[in-house]
């Protein structure tokens, strides 16, 4: 069974990639990089790209698109500066992201530069102000109470935040208690989480994508928290369930031992003893 | 009366030299196997001593045995709830300490040593852990008094005994004491055949032998705990426990049993009681002073034509019951009545029996002769540097009375033989003894040459087993004749 089903899941492994590179680069910008970048339309939690075959050549843009990590490895100092001003958050690698399509995506952003921002560029998150009902919703959302309507996973599996109380949430993905500010506030974050860039992130997000409403939601959430709380509230209450863990497990001992009070220990030491202590 | 055959056994410690031949004959023929390092099936502890275990009386320690609640007769160590309750941690379980930590000896080094200025010494390793070990204790560590006062002096069966009996029995530099050899007590009310959750144990109708089934034995280790006598072992490496099977094919095919054959001072005497098995549970639940007069009315007369009919009905081969008439047990126990059963108080109905040991007298000295003589007929069992109550403590549930009796006799018995043999002795005296000891000229003869003349054929009087008959109900015997000893025999293993 195994052998058989092996190459077929390798085909499948090997033929993603094909699929993004297939497409147009506006399609491309449009579905991964739009979440951070605008083009001429302001910062967001990268820079705007408007002009930046002009701010830097395009052979180091070239290496740069194509693996981020690796050029802030080597301590360019272009690519660290380009990391502070982000709030320290590195741009990730993008799948699928070759020589060939980022030249054209290059081309792309050149051509888009004169024009004015298309509508498009930016998704869309609405602008009216949050609501109780909204906040409600992103809890249940985040908790997983309510399912995400294309069948994500519940953000608790992975993520905490601040403001829930005791050992709630994971910690296999950072604490999203300062996520909101971290990523540009509503029009950052909105965009990020349309699209979310981050490999984990796009591999978990790509085949169910979060809906308009319910990236509302979980932004009212995040805002919320991040007004709210801070990162350690997460982890206050790890030292009390600690500790009440290992008393329980002492308590639980103490128990045992009363029950089982009459157990033997060594019948012969402590015979031993008693001699000793007798003739002692 | 629902008569059944018991193959049962005395002990006659004033025989006893403690020579351990009986436990090592054991030893050689059963537990020399992987598992078996620390069993003793049979093993000799001196008295006043703790045994082995240590301190295997104390059952206020180890919960063995029986005891009567609300009228009702229950196991001390467990009962149907506690064994659930405790069925991954038996809170009675002695401790591997408590017998003691199997070793052997790196005797390899003494060849392979290298070239030094001092000999080679094969160092102790234990065979549990492979590890250099620092030996504290053995499974007859107190032999001959040998870790007195610690051991000898925390005898259970101290208990009761006066500051007078206890300075007569540790007096400095002349320390006294006896020899009990041990062996599965086969009992009629087995405390660990009770405790067995996967009833694994069971006691054989024929024979009365009580025997772990190794296939079905899951090694809970109720039975180590239950068993008030420590009789039960952990076999470690099967995973199952172990206890005497009595040599069970050494019986079936007509020989005694290996300690019982290899006994040096011809102390043990083996053969059939028949007994009343409907009556065991009421007996076992009377008072304890009245256990041993209970356990002796359970003991039936193969004389008597009323048990023959009963016992023939049951199924009891006629030649048992001849082998059963002849019993040298029947006569020292029902008959003579001085063999007693060790510890009847636990109420497992032990069934062998152990004629209580003479011991020597304080003697005093007086212008330089020394006086052992008294004008009272048996002041030296009163007197004896053994008090009666430890004794008591051991073979009579505390009460002296069937001691003395079974001592007196002895003395008797004694005496008559010296008033006829040596003469030093007025045959009035002798007689006047024998009267006051209940016995008869004739009883006393008996009694002398089964005790001392005896023969090999007079001291195991053993049955025909008739395993045809046993199995008869399980498979065609002729068939098991004709397949016997051919196909495959495999060991008991860890697992089902």
């Given amino acids: ?280 | 009366m629902d008569v059944r055959s018991q193959v049962s056994m005395v002990f006659h410690l004033d025989k006893c030299i403690g020579c351990h031949t009986c436990s090592i004959a054991c030893k050689n023929i059963w537990t020399d196997r992987r598992g078996t390092e620390y069993m003793w099936w049979n093993n000799v502890e001196t008295k006043p001593g703790t045994g082995f275990p240590t301190d295997w009386e104390d059952q206020e320690k180890y919960h063995g045995g029986w005891e009567v609640k609300n009228g009702k007769l229950g196991l001390r160590s467990t009962g149907k709830a506690q064994t659930i309750f405790n069925i991954y941690h038996n809170p009675s379980m002695p401790t591997m300490d408590d017998y003691y930590e199997p070793w052997t000896y790196d005797y390899q080094h003494l060849f392979n040593a290298p070239e030094g200025k001092d000999q080679p010494t094969a160092r102790p390793i234990s065979m549990v852990t492979g590890e250099l070990i620092q030996i504290e204790a053995g499974p007859n560590w107190d032999d001959d008094l040998g870790g007195s006062p610690v051991y000898a002096e925390s005898d259970p069966n101290l208990k009761g005994l006066t500051p007078d009996q206890r300075a007569q029995l540790f007096a400095v530099e002349r320390l006294v004491m006896f020899y009990f050899p041990r062996i599965c007590n086969h009992c009629l009310n087995p405390a660990c055949v009770a405790s067995c959750p996967s009833g694994a144990l069971y006691k054989r109708g024929e024979d009365g032998i009580v025997l772990v089934d190794q296939e079905r034995c899951r090694g809970w280790r109720m039975c180590v705990a239950a068993c008030p006598y420590k009789k039960m072992f952990y076999n470690w490496n099967t995973g199952k426990s172990e206890k005497c099977i009595l040599c069970f094919p050494r019986v079936e095919t007509g020989q005694a049993p290996a300690c019982f054959h290899s006994c040096v001072g011809r102390i043990r005497y083996l053969g059939v009681l028949l007994y009343d098995a409907s009556r065991i549970e009421e007996l076992a639940s009377r008072p304890a002073a009245e256990l041993i007069e209970a356990q002796r009315s359970l003991i039936l007369d193969p004389h008597d034509p009323e048990v023959i009919a009963a016992a023939r009905q049951n199924g009891i081969h006629d030649s048992v019951i001849a082998s059963a008439q002849r019993s040298p047990v029947y006569q020292f126990v029902k008959v003579w009545k001085i063999a007693l059963p060790p510890h009847i108080e636990y109420r497992t109905m032990p069934m062998l029996f152990y004629v209580p040991p003479m011991s020597p007298v304080m003697s005093h000295q007086a212008n330089g002769t020394i006086h052992n003589a008294s004008d009272e007929l048996f002041h030296d069992i009163e007197a004896s540097r053994v008090p009666l109550q430890f004794l008591a403590n051991i073979f009579g549930a505390g009460n002296d009375a069937f001691v003395r009796y079974a001592l007196r006799k002895q003395k008797a018995v004694r005496w008559h033989r010296r008033a006829l043999t040596v003469g030093d002795v007025d045959k009035a005296t002798a007689d006047r003894m024998l009267q006051a000891a209940q016995c008869s000229p004739e009883e006393a003869e008996a009694i002398y040459r089964l005790t001392s003349l005896c023969t090999f054929d007079d001291r195991f009087v053993i049955p025909p087993m008739h395993r045809e008959e046993a199995i008869q109900m399980l498979e065609d015997p002729l068939e098991r004749k004709q397949a016997a000893g051919f196909g495959f025999v495999s060991g008991p293993r860890r697992g089902l």
């Fill in chain 1, 1 to 280: 069974m195994k052998s058989r089903f092996f190459p077929m899941a390798f085909f499948l492994v090997c033929a993603a990639p094909f699929c993004t590179t297939a497409q147009q680069p506006g399609n491309f910008f449009q579905q991964n990089c739009s979440a951070c970048h605008t083009i001429g339309g302001g910062r967001r939690v990268g820079p705007d790209l408007k002009d930046v075959t002009k701010r830097k050549d395009r052979a180091w843009l070239e290496e740069f698109m194509e693996d981020p990590p690796a050029v802030l490895h080597k301590r360019d100092p272009y690519a660290l500066q380009l990391q502070r001003e982000a709030n320290g958050i590195a741009m990730p690698a993008v799948p699928g992201l070759t020589p060939a399509l980022a030249e054209a995506l290059l081309n792309y952003i050149d051509a888009q530069g004169g024009a004015a921002p298309p509508p498009a560029a930016a998704p869309s998150v609405a602008e009216r102000l949050f609501t109780s009902e909204d906040l409600a919703a992103g809890t249940e959302l985040f908790q997983g109470t309510r399912p995400l309507s294309q069948g994500g996973p519940a953000c608790i599996s992975c993520h905490t935040l601040g403001t829930m109380t005791g050992l709630a949430g994971g910690r296999l993905g950072p604490d999203l208690t300062l996520v909101y500010q971290r990523l540009g506030g509503r029009q950052g974050a909105g965009a990020w989480l349309t699209a979310p860039p981050t490999p984990v992130m796009q591999s978990v997000f790509h085949q169910h994508t979060l809906q308009p409403d319910e990236i509302l939601s979980l932004l009212s959430l995040f805002e919320d928290a991040s007004q709210r709380s801070h990162p350690a509230a997460a982890t206050a209450e790890i030292p009390i369930f600690l500790s009440g863990g290992v008393l329980g497990a002492a308590l639980g001992l103490v128990l045992m031992g009363w029950i089982w009070r009459s157990r033997i220990g060594s019948v012969r030491r402590t015979v031993l003893k008693a001699a000793q202590r007798g003739a002692a």
